[in-house]
C-alpha cells in the first residue's frame, strides 16, 4: 500500500501561505533596488503547530534574515504520520539564498523520511540552474534552463505581499517557481475575504495553480500569518503561529494516519476482483468537490449522469502514448529515485532478463513482465518499515512495499531501454490495517510497451494486473521530490465512495 511519506511533499505544501510552494525569482523590471535595512526590519522567526483533523502532528518553523549581502529564507516542517498501526516521522526543509538587489543565488531542498535523506541544490547562473541531486549515497547531477519570464524570490514575496497588504490591497497576485518539481513556474493569488478568526487579523484565500486546494490565511496587523487553514476529506490542515517551545512539545506518538483515514470501504466483499479480468465501477465524490482520475494504461471513465463517474479496468489493455510521451525523455533517464543508470541495477536488470531465459533482444513484453515478476520474488522483506528508498537502495535491502517494488520495477525497466513511470491510486484488498474489503492508497508502475502504456503491479505474486486498481496520476519521479503530477491526489484523498458494479472473471 501506498505510504504516506511517498505523497506528503505535497501535502506539507499546504501546512502555510508562505510555504504552498519554494519560491524563487527574478527581479521585477524597473524595480528599486531592495535596500539591506528595509530587510532588517522585516527580519523575523515564526514557529507553527502543525494539525490534520484536529490532531497535532508536527510543526513548522519559517525565519527569513539578513545575513552580510544576502537573504536567507528558510522553511522546516516536521510531522509525524500514521502508516495503517504504524508510524513514521518526516521532515522536509529549503532554504533560498539570494542577493539584496533579488538575484538568486541558490535553493536547497532536504527531505529526511526515515532513514533516507534526500537533498537536492539549485545553483543559479544568469542562464542556467545546475541541479546537484543526493539520496542514499547516490548522486545525480544535471543542469536546467533558468526559468522563463518575470517572477519573484522569497525576499520579494515577503516584501511586496506584506506591503500591499498593509496598503488595503484587496488581492494580489504574482509567479514564483517551485524547485520541488523541477523550477516549475506557478501562479499565486491571495484575496481578502473577511476577518480572521483571531482578535486583528484579517482573512485572506492563497491558491496556488500547483496544488488544488487553496489555503485561508489570517494575518495580523504585521503583515504576519496568525493561522493557517486548508480543507481536505481527511481532515482540515491547521498551522497555527506559537512559541517555539510550544511547537516542539506537539506530539510526535503515532501522529495522524493518513492511510486509515483515507481508506474506502465497500458495502460488500467484492474477493472476486483479485482473479477477474475486467470490472466497472461507479465512483463519486463523498463532499461535492471534484474528483480526478486518469484514462491511461488498463483504466477508462466516462461520466455517470446521476453524479461522479464510472470507472472501467481490463487487465491487458494499453493506452497509446501522446507524442508527446514518446518524445519525453524522463521516462528513459535516471533520477535520484529511479537510478537506473546505477551499476547495481543494471545488473540486476540484466539477471532478471537472463534468468527468465530472455536477452535484451527478446519482446518488450516479454521482459516487462520477466521483470516484474523478478521485482516480486526479489523483495523479501515486505513491510511498512522501509522509508520511501531509491531503486539502488532497494538493491541493496530488498525490502518495502509498495512504493519500493514501483520504483525498482520502473528503474529496472529503464536499464532495459523500456520507458517507465509509476502510477499511483487505489487497490482493493480483501484485508488491510485491521480492515476488510477496502480500497487503499497504493503505487505499482506502467511501462511503454509497443507505443502504449501497459500496467504491472510488482507486489501480486499469480498475475501482472488486476481491475482492482483505480489510476489517479503517474510521474516520471524525474527529481529527489515527488513529481506535481501527484498534486491529483489531494483532491481525491479521503472524498471518494466507490462501488462495485460489474465484475467479469
Same mark, same amino acid.
Given at each position: 500500500?501506498?505510504?504516506?511519506?511517498?505523497?506528503?511533499?505535497?501535502?506539507?505544501?499546504?501546512?502555510?501561505?508562505?510555504?504552498?510552494?519554494?519560491?524563487?525569482?527574478?527581479?521585477?523590471?524597473?524595480?528599486?533596488?531592495?535596500?539591506?535595512?528595509?530587510?532588517?526590519?522585516?527580519?523575523?522567526?515564526?514557529?507553527?503547530?502543525?494539525?490534520?483533523?484536529?490532531?497535532?502532528?508536527?510543526?513548522?518553523?519559517?525565519? %527569513?534574515?539578513?545575513?552580510?549581502?544576502?537573504?536567507?529564507?528558510?522553511?522546516?516542517?516536521?510531522?509525524?504520520?500514521?502508516?495503517?498501526?504504524?508510524?513514521?516521522?518526516?521532515?522536509?526543509?529549503?532554504?533560498?539564498?539570494?542577493?539584496?538587489?533579488?538575484?538568486?543565488?541558490?535553493?536547497?531542498?532536504?527531505?529526511?523520511?526515515?532513514?533516507?535523506?534526500?537533498?537536492?541544490?539549485?545553483?543559479?547562473?544568469?542562464?542556467?540552474?545546475?541541479?546537484?541531486?543526493?539520496?542514499?549515497?547516490?548522486?545525480?547531477?544535471?543542469?536546467?534552463?533558468?526559468?522563463?519570464?518575470?517572477?519573484?524570490?522569497?525576499?520579494?514575496?515577503?516584501?511586496?505581499?506584506?506591503?500591499?497588504?498593509?496598503?488595503?490591497?484587496?488581492?494580489?497576485?504574482?509567479?514564483?517557481?517551485?524547485?520541488?518539481?523541477?523550477?516549475?513556474?506557478?501562479?499565486?493569488?491571495?484575496?481578502?475575504?473577511?476577518?480572521?478568526?483571531?482578535?486583528?487579523?484579517?482573512?485572506?484565500?492563497?491558491?496556488?495553480?500547483?496544488?488544488?486546494?487553496?489555503?485561508?490565511?489570517?494575518?495580523?496587523?504585521?503583515?504576519?500569518?496568525?493561522?493557517?487553514?486548508?480543507?481536505?476529506?481527511?481532515?482540515?490542515?491547521?498551522?497555527?503561529?506559537?512559541?517555539?517551545?510550544?511547537?516542539?512539545?506537539?506530539?510526535?506518538?503515532?501522529?495522524?494516519?493518513?492511510?486509515?483515514?483515507?481508506?474506502?470501504?465497500?458495502?460488500?466483499?467484492?474477493?472476486?476482483?483479485?482473479?477477474?479480468?475486467?470490472?466497472?465501477?461507479?465512483?463519486?465524490?463523498?463532499?461535492?468537490?471534484?474528483?480526478?482520475?486518469?484514462?491511461?494504461?488498463?483504466?477508462?471513465?466516462?461520466?455517470?449522469?446521476?453524479?461522479?463517474?464510472?470507472?472501467?479496468?481490463?487487465?491487458?489493455?494499453?493506452?497509446?502514448?501522446?507524442?508527446?510521451?514518446?518524445?519525453?525523455?524522463?521516462?528513459?533517464?535516471?533520477?535520484?529515485?529511479?537510478?537506473?543508470?546505477?551499476?547495481?541495477?543494471?545488473?540486476?536488470?540484466?539477471?532478471?532478463?537472463?534468468?527468465?531465459?530472455?536477452?535484451?533482444?527478446?519482446? #518488450?513484453?516479454?521482459?516487462?513482465?520477466?521483470?516484474?515478476?523478478? #521485482?516480486?520474488?526479489?523483495?523479501?522483506?515486505?513491510?511498512?518499515?522501509?522509508?520511501?528508498?531509491?531503486?539502488?537502495?532497494?538493491?541493496?535491502?530488498?525490502?518495502?512495499?509498495?512504493?519500493?517494488?514501483?520504483?525498482?520495477?520502473?528503474?529496472?525497466?529503464?536499464?532495459?531501454?523500456?520507458?517507465?513511470?509509476?502510477?499511483?491510486?487505489?487497490?482493493?484488498?480483501?484485508?488491510?490495517?485491521?480492515?476488510?474489503?477496502? %480500497?487503499?492508497?497504493?503505487?505499482?508502475?506502467?511501462?511503454?510497451?509497443?507505443?502504449?502504456?501497459?500496467?504491472?503491479?510488482?507486489?501480486?505474486?499469480?498475475?501482472?494486473?488486476?481491475?482492482?486498481?483505480?489510476?489517479?496520476?503517474?510521474?516520471?519521479?524525474?527529481?529527489?521530490?515527488?513529481?506535481?503530477?501527484?498534486?491529483?491526489?489531494?483532491?481525491?484523498?479521503?472524498?471518494?465512495?466507490?462501488?462495485?458494479?460489474?465484475?467479469?472473471?
Amino acid at each position: 500500500m501506498l505510504r504516506p511519506e511517498s505523497w506528503i511533499v505535497i501535502v506539507i505544501a499546504l501546512c502555510a501561505p508562505n510555504a504552498l510552494s519554494i519560491t524563487g525569482g527574478v527581479e521585477v523590471e524597473n524595480q528599486t533596488t531592495l535596500v539591506r535595512n528595509s530587510h532588517r526590519e522585516s527580519q523575523r522567526d515564526s514557529w507553527f503547530i502543525l494539525s490534520i483533523g484536529g490532531t497535532d502532528c508536527g510543526w513548522m518553523h519559517e525565519k %527569513f534574515e539578513v545575513l552580510g549581502d544576502r537573504i536567507q529564507t528558510s522553511n522546516d516542517i516536521r510531522m509525524t504520520l500514521g502508516r495503517a498501526g504504524a508510524s513514521t516521522t518526516v521532515r522536509v526543509g529549503w532554504k533560498f539564498t539570494e542577493s539584496l538587489d533579488g538575484t538568486p543565488i541558490e535553493c536547497e531542498v532536504k527531505q529526511e523520511s526515515g532513514p533516507e535523506v534526500s537533498q537536492t541544490v539549485y545553483r543559479f547562473s544568469k542562464t542556467e540552474v545546475s541541479v546537484l541531486e543526493t539520496a542514499g549515497g547516490r548522486t545525480l547531477s544535471r543542469t536546467i534552463p533558468f526559468p522563463e519570464g518575470i517572477w519573484w524570490t522569497p525576499a520579494q514575496v515577503e516584501r511586496n505581499v506584506t506591503t500591499q497588504r498593509k496598503d488595503g490591497a484587496t488581492e494580489i497576485a504574482y509567479r514564483t517557481v517551485d524547485p520541488s518539481s523541477g523550477l516549475r513556474i506557478v501562479d499565486m493569488v491571495t484575496k481578502r475575504i473577511g476577518e480572521g478568526e483571531e482578535k486583528n487579523t484579517i482573512r485572506w484565500i492563497t491558491t496556488n495553480s500547483a496544488v488544488p486546494m487553496p489555503t485561508e490565511e489570517d494575518v495580523d496587523t504585521g503583515g504576519e500569518i496568525v493561522m493557517s487553514r486548508t480543507k481536505m476529506a481527511i481532515g482540515d490542515m491547521i498551522a497555527r503561529r506559537s512559541s517555539e517551545a510550544q511547537a516542539k512539545k506537539t506530539s510526535t506518538n503515532g501522529g495522524v494516519d493518513l492511510i486509515l483515514r483515507s481508506m474506502v470501504s465497500l458495502e460488500k466483499p467484492s474477493p472476486e476482483l483479485l482473479t477477474a479480468r475486467h470490472a466497472r465501477f461507479a465512483v463519486r465524490s463523498t463532499n461535492r468537490e471534484s474528483i480526478s482520475f486518469s484514462a491511461a494504461g488498463a483504466q477508462r471513465f466516462d461520466v455517470n449522469p446521476e453524479g461522479g463517474i464510472f470507472i472501467d479496468v481490463k487487465v491487458g489493455r494499453t493506452s497509446p502514448a501522446t507524442a508527446d510521451e514518446l518524445a519525453d525523455a524522463r521516462y528513459l533517464d535516471s533520477s535520484i529515485l529511479i537510478d537506473a543508470n546505477d551499476p547495481a541495477v543494471q545488473a540486476l536488470a540484466l539477471r532478471a532478463v537472463k534468468s527468465a531465459g530472455l536477452n535484451e533482444t527478446s519482446p #518488450v513484453a516479454d521482459r516487462a513482465e520477466a521483470l516484474r515478476a523478478f #521485482v516480486m520474488r526479489f523483495i523479501i522483506h515486505k513491510d511498512l518499515a522501509t522509508a520511501f528508498a531509491g531503486a539502488s537502495a532497494v538493491a541493496q535491502s530488498k525490502a518495502g512495499d509498495c512504493s519500493e517494488h514501483a520504483v525498482l520495477l520502473a528503474a529496472l525497466l529503464r536499464a532495459q531501454g523500456i520507458p517507465a513511470r509509476v502510477a499511483s491510486g487505489m487497490v482493493y484488498a480483501e484485508e488491510f490495517g485491521g480492515k476488510r474489503d477496502i %480500497f487503499a492508497w497504493h503505487m505499482w508502475t506502467q511501462a511503454l510497451v509497443n507505443g502504449a502504456w501497459l500496467d504491472l503491479d510488482a507486489t501480486l505474486s499469480t498475475r501482472s494486473f488486476h481491475p482492482g486498481h483505480l489510476l489517479i496520476a503517474t510521474s516520471a519521479q524525474d527529481d529527489a521530490q515527488l513529481d506535481a503530477d501527484f498534486s491529483n491526489l489531494l483532491s481525491t484523498i479521503g472524498n471518494v465512495s466507490i462501488e462495485v458494479l460489474h465484475v467479469d472473471r
